[in-house]
C-alpha cells in the first residue's frame, strides 16, 4: 500500500527527506531560488523556498533527512524516443552516412549478429540514470528487452514495435500475433505499441493497430518524417498527382508514391486516424507548415532527435518552426546504433545550436529546452497528469529528481549552463525518492523493490 492510499501525503511515521539546492526549477511554477523538495513515501510533500519547507514539516511535527546538492535541481528527463536494446550497437552510431538508406544497410549488418538484448538494454538503462534520465519512452523489437524500463526502475512506456506487415498477411495472422505479444509486455511502468513507419506497415495495419492501443487505454508512437523519402512532393517538382488518394485504394504508402501522389507520410498516417493526443512521433524532420498543422490540431508531440539525425545525414529538425508555432515537442536521444551516448542533454544543447542557426532569436529558448526535456516528454508519453504523473516538481506528483552541477548563481545563468553545456553534468539521480546514482556512478537499488 502506497503513502496516499494509506491515509493522504504527509502522514506521520514514514521518513521524510528533503532535496535543497541553489536553484529548484519546477517547471510548472516559477523557479525558485534557495529551494528545497520534501519526499515521502516516493512523492512530493512539498516545493517551494528551503525555509518554507522546512517550517511547514516542523508545523507537521515531521523529522527530516537533508540532501544538500550544489547547483540545479531539476524534475528528472524524460528520454522521448529510445531504443535501449540497441545499447550494444555503438559501432553503427559512431559512423556517418549519408542518409536513411546508408544507415539502414550497416544497421542491419550489426542487428543480424548475436546479441544479448535483455543485458545490452540493461546497459542503456544504467547509462540512462546516470545522465539524469527516469523516463524513457523505449522501443522494444525483441521481448527479451522488454522488461528493462520495469528491472531498472524507470518510469515511461515500452513501445512494442510491430513492422514489415502486408495487408495479406496482417489479416490473415497479424492482429493475432501481436495482440498476443502486446499481452507479453510487463504492464509496469506502462505499456503502447509502436507501429514503425508509415513506409514499413500496409494500410491494413495502419488502420488497425491504433484500435488495439486504443481499446486498451495505451499509447501509439511511430517514426515519422525522419526519411526524406516521407516528405511531401510539391506539384512543380516530378507532375505529381495531388487529388485525394484516400478513394483511390491504394494498398501501402509505397504504392501511393508509386501511382504518383506527392502527399507527405503525415497527411497519409493522419488520413488512416493514426494521430492523436494519445500518439507521439519520432524526428519529424521532413514536415512541412501543414505537416505540423496536422500534429498540431491532433495534440500529437514530436520527439526530435537531432544527433541521431545528424548520424544519419538527415537534415536537422525544424526546431525552430516547431517553437514559433507552438508545437508539443520532446526530445529523445534515439539509441547508440545512430547516437554517440545515451546522454539526453546533448541533445537539447544540440537543438539550441540548431534553433539559433535556424533564426529563432527569442529570450525564451533556455527555459522552452528545459521545458521539453521534462514536462514535454511526460505529455508526449501521457505522464504529464494522473496519480504517476512525471515530468514536474509538484504536491504529489512522482519524486524523480535530478541534480546539475552548474553554476546556479542566478537563474539565467544556470539555464544558459544547463541547455548550452549540461551534458555529463549530472550530478544526482533520484527515482522515486530514492538516489539512484550520484557523481558519475550508479548505486546499488534498494533489495526492497
Ligand atoms: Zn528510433
Known sequence: MTGAEAGGPGGPGRPVSVHSARIVVPMTAPPILDGAVAVQDGRILHVGEHAWVVDQLAARGLAFTEHHWRGALLPGLVNAHSHLQYTGMAAVGQGQYDGFDDWAKAFDVEYEKPHDWRAEAAAGAAASIVA?????????????????????????????????????????????????????????PGVGLSPHAPYSLDVSPLLELPDIVRQRGLRLHLHLGESAFEGERIPTDHGERHEDWHFAGVPSFRALRELGFGASATSFVDRLGVLGPDCHIAHGVYMTAADRALLRARGTAVALCPRSNAVIGLDPPPVADYLREGSPIAIGTDSLSSSPSLDLMADVTALHRIARAQGYGALDLHERLLAAVTLGGANAIGLATGPDRIGHLAV????????????????????????????????????????????GALLTKEAHD
Do not use: C, H, K, Y
Open 132 to 188: 539524469g534520465v527516469t523516463s524513457i519512452a523505449d522501443i522494444v523489437t525483441d521481448m527479451e528487452a522488454a522488461s528493462v524500463l520495469g528491472d531498472a526502475g524507470l518510469g515511461g512506456v515500452a513501445f512494442w514495435e510491430v513492422m514489415n506487415w502486408e495487408n495479406a498477411a496482417w489479416e490473415a495472422r497479424g492482429r493475432d500475433q501481436v495482440v498476443a505479444e502486446l499481452e507479453r509486455i510487463p504492464a509496469v
Open 396 to 439: 504529489g506528483a512522482r519524486a524523480d529528481l535530478i541534480v546539475f552541477d552548474v553554476d546556479a548563481r542566478t537563474v539565467p545563468d544556470a539555464f544558459a549552463a544547463l541547455v548550452e553545456d549540461g551534458a555529463g553534468r549530472a550530478s544526482a539521480t533520484v527515482i522515486r525518492g530514492e538516489i539512484r546514482a550520484q557523481d
